[in-house]
């Protein structure tokens, strides 16, 4: 454990890179192999605005990283935040624990709010406005999302306290996930399921990507399952009867434009309400 934690507290950027290559690279051939539906479309085509939105996400980070360096650091220094409040503890439950905290800041309760929050929702439209999910799709952010998901991340690093290894690592693992459970794979259900007791499996995400409400609200985690069933954000639905996309915006043609993506969030747009006794 002590070898990863030196490794990722001085990952260079090019090895970070090559994890977002490399996974991205093999979960598009899994999915040629054991696709989950058979999209008709060009892949390439559809693969454009996610990668061109996967780039802006790319250097924002970037720009922005020195400021998760110096977070990371000050609360080091300082001795600063939950995990460094508690008893001292095995390393691995030490990396355990600040990548589980730094999940629920940095992706679920970004996620929930981002729901929740209309001008937030009008920016996170980007992503849920694909009609066909694949891993290309993992970070098909608006840039101002992304600013926004920062933001989440870096409040985590400073309340929970996590050393600038433990970040690195985090992001390393939250890339992989995300690629993991766009993914257009198709998994034996009974595996799905059971994984989706510990961690956020592809059913369990795509439920998240439902066109309709409430699924559409529901399942926000990105590496851990225990947030959605802690707080009851946790449903369930066949995946044979998955819709992609949003309801309200189903041009799939503006849907696939940079150009349109871009402005999509300055949309005039009311979220509809749904009340309803459907179990999760």
């Known amino acids: 454990m002590e070898t990863i934690i030196n490794y990722f ?3 260079p950027s090019s090895h970070r890179s090559l994890i977002l290559v490399g996974g991205l ?3 598009l051939l899994l999915e ?3 696709p989950l539906f058979k999209f008709k479309y060009i892949k390439w085509k559809h693969a454009l605005p996610n990668l061109f939105f996967t780039l802006t996400t790319i250097v924002i980070n970037f720009t922005l990283a020195f400021l998760l ?3 990371a650091d000050w609360v080091n220094v300082n001795n600063f935040g939950v995990i460094n409040w508690l008893p001292t503890m095995p390393l691995w439950l030490y990396a355990l624990l600040g990548v589980l905290l730094l999940d ?3 992706a679920y309760l970004a996620h929930y709010v981002e729901h929740k929050v209309k001008p937030l929702w009008m920016v996170h439209l980007v992503h849920h406005t694909d009609h066909n999910v694949d891993t290309t799709t993992a970070n ?3 840039p101002i999302e992304s600013l926004i998901r920062f933001s989440f991340t870096l409040l985590g690093v400073f309340v929970i306290g996590t050393p600038i290894a ?7 693992i939250s890339l992989i996930f995300t690629q993991f459970t766009h993914a257009n794979i ?5 595996l799905d399921k059971a994984l989706s007791y510990f961690i956020v499996s592809p059913d369990m995400h795509k439920i998240h990507h439902h066109y309709r409400l409430p699924y559409t609200d529901s399942n926000f985690g990105n590496i851990f399952s225990i947030w959605d069933r802690m707080f009851g954000t946790y449903m369930y639905m066949n995946r044979e009867d998955l819709v992609y996309g949003v309801d309200v915006f189903p041009d799939e043609e503006k849907n696939s434009s940079i150009k349109e993506l871009l402005k999509q969030p300055f949309q005039n747009y009311e979220k509809p309400t749904f009340s309803s006794n459907i179990e999760s």
């Open 186 to 190: 198709k998994m034996p259900k009974g």
């Open 9 to 11: 507290e001085t990952i």
């Open 104 to 106: 629920f800041f940095g």
């Open 69 to 71: 360096l110096g977070t």
């Open 32 to 34: 040629s192999g054991l």
């Open 25 to 27: 690279t093999f979960f």
């Open 166 to 172: 433990l970040v690195m690592l985090y992001q390393a």
């Open 140 to 142: 098909r952010h608006h």
